[in-house]
């Protein structure tokens, strides 16, 4: 099993950045996927950003050129760093495990028009 504690959310202007930071601990390996899901208020959660095992990314087309996932392994750490920030972007962010089904317990990011 893997635990997941995620941090850096917060309360910023549009136009503003955030850095997420998921950090894990338990049965993990530097080579499994993680990600980042998002939820706003009354709908689904949606995948922002995938890192694979390769270190590929993944990107929902509405944040790609705004956000960067990566990935610190002597840390056991994944980022999100958010640039170019929306109201829209406005949500509830999750740090994701793939092999466990893993979440982490969310981190709230507000951007304010």
């Known amino acids: 099993q893997v635990q997941l504690v995620e941090s850096g959310g917060g309360l910023v202007q549009a136009g503003g950045s955030l850095r997420l930071s998921c950090a894990a601990s338990g049965s993990i390996r530097a080579i499994d996927a993680m990600g980042w899901y998002r939820q706003a208020p009354g709908k689904q959660r949606d995948l922002v950003a995938t890192?694979?095992?390769?270190?590929?990314?993944i990107y929902a087309d509405s944040v790609k050129g705004r956000f960067t996932i990566y990935r610190d392994n002597a840390k056991s750490t994944v980022y999100l760093q958010m640039n170019s920030l929306k109201p829209e972007d406005t949500a509830v962010y999750y740090c994701?495990?793939?092999?466990?089904?893993?979440w982490g317990q969310g981190t709230q990011v507000t951007v304010s028009s």
């Open positions: 994701y495990y793939y092999r466990f089904n893993s």
């Open positions: 890192i694979t095992s390769r270190n590929s990314t």
